[in-house]
């Protein structure tokens, strides 16, 4: 629905890890604009294209303000490593603070008890593919709404399933065990279509 190039002019752009699937140099360089500050973990700035305002990098715990938002490292139960000989590169997900709307930005992560009890978080971002085989290091959709739940946000959006076949699950399959999940709270569950714009009440 969206090229990348009609993403140009970003206030910030947070990459959560270097693989490839989350750090596209191509779509970067499309992308790049010097009204845009880049947010990446540990290691990774040089990976970055020219053409970014600046490259801020943070580690776990570290955070940055950008005007009136502030941004802020936590550690996921995943890894950053671009190539299989590369091994330093850190890995983050990111609390979003802009006014009173509060957001979790988890990225990759296996199961984990790091995003427990963040308060007054409006709008949770979790990854639900990926995990047949790599449930060790992705999440299954039950294992995200447990983490969803712990978090204590109001409002989960599931990303990362459904369009690159990265894994072995069906297409279909992680919406489907996210809801059933879910079961009578599924409401809280956000379920876009490509190009559709949802507003999360906060």
């Known amino acids: 629905p969206l090229g ?14 270097a693989h490839f699937d989350h750090l596209d140099r191509p779509t970067l360089r499309a992308m790049a604009d010097e009204r845009t500050m880049v947010i990446v973990p ?21 955070s940055y303000r950008h005007g009136s938002t502030h941004i802020r ?3 996921p139960r995943h890894w950053g490593a671009r190539t299989w000989l590369d091994r330093r590169r850190g890995s983050c997900s990111y609390t979003i603070d802009c006014g009173e709307t509060r957001v979790l930005f988890v990225g ?10 963040m308060s007054g ?6 990854g639900i593919g990926a995990y047949d085989p790599w449930e ?14 712990a978090s204590g ?12 076949p990265l894994s072995d ?19 809280r569950v956000i379920v876009p279509t490509a190009g559709e714009i949802d507003i999360v009440p906060c």
């Not at 978080?121 to 979790?126: N, P």
Request: charged residues 30%.
């Open 169 to 187: 699950e069906p297409v279909d399959e992680p919406m489907q065990r996210l809801l059933s999940a879910a079961g009578d709270d599924r409401e």
């Open 121 to 126: 978080l409006d709008l949770a971002v979790f």
């Open 73 to 75: 490292a936590v550690q």
């Open 153 to 164: 946000a109001r409002y989960l959006l599931p990303v990362h399933h459904s369009t690159f």
């Open 4 to 17: 990348a190039e009609s993403l140009k002019g970003l206030d910030l752009l947070l990459i959560t890890h």
């Open 136 to 149: 060790h290091m992705h999440a299954t959709p039950e294992q995200a709404w447990r983490m969803f739940i």
């Open 42 to 62: 540990r290691r990774c700035r040089r990976l970055i294209p020219k053409g970014f305002r600046g490259v801020i990098e943070l580690g776990p715990g570290e």
């Open 108 to 117: 990759d992560t296996a199961e984990t008890n790091e995003f427990d009890e």
